[in-house]
């Protein structure tokens, strides 16, 4: 019975914490601004050390930008492209979700109906904070020291 008590309240906690998290279209573009230049920003560290490391001459550190930034455009037109597939996916994959709704919703009596709802939303919500616990593992942490090569 604690479990539970505790379990219900960890999640009443976890969803008010995610309401919190309401981002708006400004903060999404000044996000991608910043991991813009952050990746810039690496790119640039790279190829010093590849300079440094390699002995490159200045007309070799040009055409290995060069190569890196033709690269980078073919990598983004791949992505542009296959944007659209993906949108035609994710619409079929919609219609069909909300079809199997409809069908659950003729066979279900509305206590079932709304129980099976609660519970595709609970199965929604384990998913994500599972995939949300997956990121953050993936990140290094920040020591605040910095990294010996």
Do not use: C, H
């Amino acid at each position: 019975m604690k479990k539970l008590v505790l379990a219900i309240a960890f999640i009443g906690m976890g969803s008010f914490a995610m309401a919190q998290q309401t981002t708006t279209p400004q903060d999404r573009q000044a996000r991608a601004v910043e991991m813009k230049q952050r990746m810039e920003q690496k790119q640039q560290e790279r190829l010093d050390q590849m300079q440094k490391d390699l002995n490159l001459n200045p007309s070799q550190v040009a055409q290995i930008k060069t190569l890196q930034d033709k690269r980078k455009a073919e990598m983004k037109a791949e992505f542009d492209k296959n944007k659209v597939d993906r949108q035609a996916k994710m619409q079929e994959m919609q219609a069909k979700r909300a079809q199997m709704d409809t069908d659950m919703k003729k066979i279900l009596t509305p206590d079932q109906y709304d129980k099976w709802q609660a519970d595709r939303k609970a199965k929604a919500e384990k998913m994500k904070m599972a995939m949300k616990e997956r990121r953050m593992m993936k990140k290094p942490m920040n020591t605040g020291t910095a990294e010996v090569k």
